[in-house]
């Protein structure tokens, strides 16, 4: 073979790949469309057989707090004001270092509380049990330091009731997201675990732990995640959705039946996508066991979530995310293709596999190979061009498409200069930011190859409800996967 | 550009026109993006105008009689466009779901001075799914004796939504003549959800609902059973407490009985209810403790005792519960039958809910 056959074939096999993946994601938004209009369709019908409210199942929500002084009240304040029957609080303190502890026990006067604490799942020592004097919804669970996954775990086996909604401490939900994400809950009791949109809470007013006004960052970075977590939730989750074949909850807000957990064991604590990987796991667990189950999403958008406006904290991001992605499928690789996969083994998983696992190598390996190949003289300008258009082009459809997914469904940016703007981001994105969170997620996978040591690092954050710098020790944001396509 | 594209090679070639493809269709979909803000924009104008025009003027004839009479005769309407027609249908339709009697017959009055139920027809026949569900809700609040055949048609729709809203509207037509039907599918259909099944029979209302729910428990296997005791909270308490007696007494089922138990309030349960805590499923022994909470008597106090060294938490928690529930029992009360424990899960349990009481 010479070199000029490799170059050819080379050049079929990224041209190739490219149009699979978009083809793949396109699809994938066509299925969305589908469960969009039939979602909205129901929806605009306002005089539907109502919810009889006895029906609805009451919730713990788990709160993972570490060093979150900053926030904690804020979010258990906002916690108290959703609108459900029947819920509780369970907040876990992992071992702080700082004052949030004494900030809860202050504000909602906590008193130590001889709790029967069930241990079903492993954890670090649960060193008190705190309940509030004010509030008999909330209780606090203080225990040594183990992670976020870790404390989860204490959470569930403190959680009272059926269904358990894990929440991000600084996340800020919308006041009707309990309704919403248990919807699915009610409609099939098949349902395990249910998941929701996570939209981006920069350049939005926050008040009181509420949404007040929705707007776009000033931040450019943070306007082109918003393009990511449009094509992200709208399509990669929503797609995945109707078949059953969702892979990942985020653990920003995900609404989960305890029994089951509990009988899949839980979240594991040795990986940094703990909540990608608890959904694979429930997939592999509950076909190997032939259940009937369904993991779905709601696509409304329930959740705000505070994104990093730099590019290093952006960056350490990314690369957990995929070292977390590539723990979760190896350590369930067995769902791949087995005989019991079902939808979710044979197509979602080696189509994660394929684009989301392998894709960073792919991507960057493509844009390399063109730029090496034009750099020596294997290929000619016109061909470097094209290669470089092709995979432009195709990225600006994929963006472009998820802002008409959510112009015909949730349109929450209001006004014409925000869709204007929005359709910018989505251009502009293609030259560079995805470049550049390819080489990220690269990076994250030569990381999870080599096996170095995982760190959470430090989360630069500056949103209008909390400014300050906050040390992390907890992943924040929701993993999410498949935002680089 | 085109003498390019014809003189490079077929990877070139191909991904030039994938470029083209792409960017074409991306333009393509922005200006539908921008067609469909437009439109957006539009209807919440219109739905804005819509709401300050009629929704005071909708209220203002259902609840107002004279109201309805001087529009009769004298203050003619204002123009509905068509545009506002689904409007003016979910306004209309929301009202019928929050008022009752007389003010429904004022808002069929008005529809029908409207022509609204031939709109609805045409909705039905020739509109999408949005627009249909709908028109079954208006043609159901209408009271449409002569859609009855169609929305029967429809109750088997396979769409959820569909046979749902077709259920709901033969109900608000004619409720004792919808039930018998509609009970038959609530065991059937897996897809209608329990939370919304309930609403139905809510809105059915006790007299239409409490036979033949009452036969359908009685007569039906385990499984629609178990299905259906669930919703005689619904029904008159005296027949719900019949089914109850009657389901625990024949005990043919274990998910039969743990339904029982839930709606169980009667003391006539209790010698049942009594031989249920010694069950082998936990979930059984753990309702019937709730039960023995709700209806027990001073002498339960022993069986509740004995609950609180079960090996399930969940048993143990509600048997605390329980006890510190009776109405006869008192702290000193509970601090004696806590020392009396041997059982440390039982004692740590007790130590548990007489906090929670505390609190």
Redesign the interface.
């Known amino acids: 073979m010479t070199t000029q056959d490799l170059i050819?074939a080379a050049?079929?096999v990224f041209?190739t790949y490219f149009?699979l993946l978009?083809a793949g994601y396109i699809g994938l938004n066509l299925v969305s469309l589908l469960g969009m209009r039939?979602h909205?369709?129901?929806r605009?019908?306002?005089?539907?057989?109502?919810?009889?409210s006895?029906?609805?199942m009451p919730i713990s929500i788990l709160v993972p707090a570490y060093n979150e002084s900053a926030t904690i009240v804020t979010s258990v304040r906002a916690l108290l004001q959703l609108r459900y029957p029947e819920y509780e609080i369970v907040v876990v303190n992992d071992g702080s270092s700082d004052d949030t502890l004494k900030k809860l026990i202050d504000e909602f006067a906590l008193?130590p509380?001889?709790?029967?604490y069930?241990q079903r799942i492993a954890t670090q020592r649960v060193k008190t049990i705190y309940?509030s004097?004010i509030h008999?919804n909330i209780r606090v669970l203080d225990k040594d330091n183990g992670g976020k996954a870790d404390s989860l775990n204490a959470g569930i086996n403190a959680a009272r009731y059926p269904l358990f909604c894990g929440v991000d401490a600084d996340s800020v939900l919308q006041p009707d997201s309990l309704y919403r994400v248990l919807q699915p809950f009610?409609?099939?009791?098949d349902t395990v675990a249910c998941g929701g949109t996570i939209r981006i809470a920069n350049g939005c007013r926050v008040r009181d732990g509420f949404i007040e006004k929705i707007g776009l960052p000033e931040s450019t970075l943070a306007l082109l995640q918003i393009v990511e977590y449009l094509r992200a939730f709208l399509f990669g989750r929503l797609g995945w959705s109707p078949l059953n074949a969702l892979m990942i909850i985020s653990g920003a807000f995900g609404l989960f039946k305890k029994e089951v957990v509990v009988a899949c064991g839980g979240y594991r604590t040795d990986t940094l996508g703990e909540d990608m990987e608890l959904v694979v796991r429930l997939h592999r667990m509950l076909r190997q066991q032939k259940k009937r189950y369904r993991i779905t999403f709601v696509p409304d958008p329930i959740c705000w979530t505070e994104a990093p406006e730099d590019l290093r904290t952006l960056g350490r991001q990314r690369i957990r995310w995929q070292r977390g992605l590539a723990e979760s499928l190896t350590l369930n690789q067995s769902l791949m293709f087995n005989p019991r996969g079902g939808t979710v083994g044979w197509l979602a998983f080696p189509f994660i596999f394929l684009f989301e696992f392998l894709g960073p190598l792919l991507e960057v390996g493509g844009y390399l190979f063109v730029g090496v190949a034009f750099w020596n003289g294997w290929i000619?300008y016109?061909?470097f061009l094209?290669?470089l258009?092709?995979a432009?082009?195709?990225g600006?459809?994929l963006s472009?498409?998820a802002?008409?997914l959510e112009?015909?469904s949730f349109?929450v940016y209001p006004g014409?200069r925000n869709?204007v703007l929005l359709?910018g981001a989505a251009?502009f994105e293609n030259f560079g930011y995805r470049q550049i969170n390819a080489l990220w997620r690269l990076i994250g996978l030569l990381k999870w190859l080599v096996g170095s040591k995982a760190h959470w690092g430090e989360m630069n954050r500056g949103g209008e409800w909390s400014r300050e710098q906050k040390a992390g020790g907890q992943p924040s944001p929701a993993a999410d996967h498949s935002g680089s396509h | 550009m085109w003498d390019?594209v014809a003189s490079?090679?077929r990877?070139?070639q191909?991904?030039?026109y994938?470029?083209?493809v792409?960017?074409v269709?991306?333009m393509l979909?922005?200006v539908?993006?921008?067609i469909?803000?437009v439109r957006?924009l539009a209807q919440e104008r219109r739905r804005k105008a819509f709401i300050e025009q009629w929704r005071p003027l909708l209220t203002r004839i259902a609840l107002a009689p004279d109201a309805a009479s001087e529009d009769d005769e004298g203050q003619p309407l204002p123009e509905l466009p068509k545009a506002s027609l689904?409007n003016f249908l979910?306004e209309w339709?929301?009202l019928?779901?929050i008022l009752r009697g007389s003010a429904g017959l004022r808002l069929n009055a008005l529809a029908r001075r409207m022509e609204i139920d031939k709109a609805a027809w045409t909705l039905l026949n020739h509109g999408?799914?949005?627009d249909q569900?709908?028109a079954i809700?208006t043609l159901g609040?209408l009271g449409e004796v002569g859609a009855w055949d169609r929305l029967l048609e429809l109750l088997h729709s396979e769409h959820?939504?569909i046979s749902?809203?077709a259920?709901?509207a033969l109900i608000n037509i004619d409720a004792d003549r919808a039930i018998p039907l509609v009970l038959p599918l609530v065991t059937q259909r897996?897809?209608w959800?329990?939370?919304?099944?309930?609403?139905?029979l809510?809105?059915a209302g006790p007299a239409a609902t409490s036979k033949p729910l009452q036969q359908a428990i009685l007569d039906g296997t385990p499984e629609e059973a178990a299905r259906l005791i669930g919703f005689l909270?619904t029904v008159h308490r005296s027949i719900a407490g019949k089914v109850v007696h009657e389901m625990l007494q024949r005990s043919v089922d274990d998910r039969v009985t743990a339904v029982c138990l839930r709606v169980a309030d009667s003391p006539l349960e209790l010698p049942q209810v009594r031989h249920l805590v010694n069950h082998p499923r936990w979930h059984i022994r753990m309702r019937a403790a709730t039960v023995l909470g709700r209806i027990g008597y001073r002498q339960d106090k022993r069986l509740l005792e004995r609950l609180l060294c079960d090996t399930e938490?969940w048993v143990?928690?509600r048997a605390a519960q329980a006890l510190t529930g009776l109405p006869f029992m008192d702290k000193k009360e509970l601090n004696r039958i806590r020392k009396r424990l041997d059982d440390r899960?039982g004692r740590?349990?007790m130590?548990?809910v007489i906090?929670?009481r505390a609190?």
């Open positions: 050819f050049q079929w041209l149009l978009n039939e909205f369709q129901g605009r019908v306002e005089s539907l057989p109502k919810v009889y006895e029906h609805e008193v509380f001889p709790e029967a069930r309940r004097t008999p009610l409609d099939d009791p000619s016109e061909a094209a290669f258009l092709c432009i082009c195709l600006m459809l472009t498409s802002l008409m112009e015909i349109h014409f869709t359709f251009i | 390019f490079s090679d990877a070139i191909f991904a030039l994938s470029s083209l792409a960017g269709m991306t979909l922005f539908w993006v921008v469909l803000r957006l689904m979910n339709n929301v019928h779901d999408r799914l949005s569900l709908i809700a609040h959820t939504l749902l809203m259920a709901k897996e897809d959800a329990a939370a919304r099944v309930s609403s139905l809510q809105e909270p938490w143990r928690y899960f740590d349990m130590d548990q906090a929670e609190a």
